[in-house]
């Protein structure tokens, strides 16, 4: 099997993070009022997390002899200080990356690279934890 596909898809979420990296970092530098407090440091939190996901999947992309997207997908960044647009925004992300993250590991299960698999399915599994949380967050 070709790794062309899979690559592409990894690039799909790599470009995910490194939007994920910019909107985080505007959101916790932006966001007002009393819920500054807490939202500043969990959307640096996210940055960091992101960091770490994007370069585990870079990682991943190289070894199966692709090349890494440097571009960030290019869906616009909501620039407000409302907290509850930063929160519905942020779904949204980690939406798109669970899906991402999911369409990788369909195709990464036939490469027979558990390594990678299992760093992908942990991707996954905290995107779709996060996803959770910013339900409870924005109900």
């Given at each position: 099997m070709s790794n062309e596909k899979l690559i592409e898809k990894m690039n799909d979420a790599l470009a995910l993070e490194?939007?994920?990296?910019?909107?985080?970092?505007?959101?916790?530098a932006t966001v007002m009022g009393i819920n500054r407090m807490q939202l500043a440091p969990?959307?640096?939190?996210?940055?960091?997390?992101?960091?770490?996901?994007?370069?585990?999947?870079?990682?991943?992309?190289v070894k199966l002899g692709g090349i890494p997207v440097t571009e960030?997908?290019?869906?616009?960044?909501?620039?407000?200080?409302?907290?509850?647009?930063?929160l519905n925004e942020a779904y949204d992300t980690e939406k798109?990356?669970?899906?991402?993250?999911?369409a990788v590991m369909d195709l990464l299960k036939d490469v027979g690279d558990r390594d990678l698999f299992d760093a992908v399915e942990q991707i996954c599994m905290m995107e779709l934890?996060?996803?959770e949380e910013l339900r409870l967050l924005t109900a």
């Open positions: 490194l939007r994920a990296i910019n909107m985080y970092a505007h959101y916790s969990y959307f640096s939190k996210e940055v960091s997390e992101s960091i770490s996901h994007a370069d585990i999947v870079r990682r991943g992309i960030r997908n290019n869906k616009d960044i909501v620039h407000t200080t409302d907290y509850q647009v930063m798109f990356a669970a899906n991402a993250y999911t934890r996060a996803l």
